[in-house]
């Protein structure tokens, strides 16, 4: 199950400004989830994200948000976006069925959100750089049950190889600038 361009859609949860402080490695999540968005955009994958209650929680980051179009950043209170009908029929509109999902708490609101979109039949794709909790101990809990459920857990390097598909283009020089040491 190789990702897709046409087939893809980048869902981003709850990378928020009174979360980030809190998260394990929260500058490394940070730059590998602007960096997921960066790729994703730079091939026409579209993006979407969520921000869990934002009156407490503030804004998405601002590096996360400016790679999110305004219309595409939709408000939630459950902890699975899936449970909020705006987001469910969003993403269904798209007709994408591999969802790339990346943001925090990966204990909490990712996983939850993973587990959903499986019993919805999507294929779902979790980028490990680009996920957090506060402690290592959840963010790797999480994964180990989204993996058992169905998730494909991948890398950032792996989800640019499935959707470059092949090296020679401009798109694939601009990515892979700085892969090779």
């Keep these: 199950m190789l990702l897709q361009l046409e087939n893809s859609l980048v869902l981003v949860i709850d990378i928020q400004q009174k979360l980030a402080p809190a998260i ?25 994200g969520t921000e869990q209650y934002p009156i407490g929680l503030g804004p998405t980051l601002i590096s996360i948000a400016e790679l999110i179009p305004a219309k595409h950043m939709l408000h939630k209170m459950h902890f699975s976006a899936l449970k909020e009908a705006h987001i469910a029929a969003a993403i269904a509109n798209t007709n994408r069925k591999q969802i790339v999902v990346i943001g925090t708490e990966a204990h909490v609101c990712v996983l939850q959100t993973v587990f959903d979109l499986l019993a919805a039949n999507y294929q779902v794709f979790v980028v490990v750089e680009a996920v957090g909790s506060r402690t290592a101990d959840n963010k790797q809990l999480a994964l180990n049950r989204m993996q058992q459920q169905g998730a494909q857990i991948i890398s950032k390097e792996m989800l640019a190889f499935e959707w470059l598909n092949r090296s020679g283009t401009d798109s694939f020089r601009h990515i892979s600038k700085g892969w090779i040491v």
């Design 24 to 48: 394990d490695q929260t500058k490394e999540v940070e730059q590998a989830a602007a960096w997921v968005l960066q790729v994703a955009l730079q091939l026409g994958v579209p993006v979407w």
